[in-house]
């Protein structure tokens, strides 16, 4: 997993591995820093793109079937 770890006083900000990120906290304390998990911040955003993609399936599916309808009445 990847991190991003930003300094809540200066702003700073560091890319880290999961290995990375341990060792960082050894030295430094939690409270000090605002930690995002990058790995999953691409999951949720994968997940969201595919959610749509079905939506708009669905959309076009119940498009089509009206057409279908239509054309044979």
Excluded: P, W
């Excluded at 949720?44 to 054309?71: E, P």
């Amino acid at each position: 997993m990847n991190y991003k770890i930003v300094n809540r006083n200066t702003g700073a900000t560091y890319f880290l591995n999961e290995k990375e990120k341990k060792n960082f906290f050894t030295k430094n304390k939690v409270q000090n820093y605002n930690e995002v998990n990058l790995t999953e911040q691409k999951r949720i955003r994968t997940n969201k793109m595919l959610d749509v993609v079905a939506h708009l399936c669905i959309i076009g599916a119940s498009i089509l079937a009206t057409l279908i309808y239509i054309q044979n009445y």
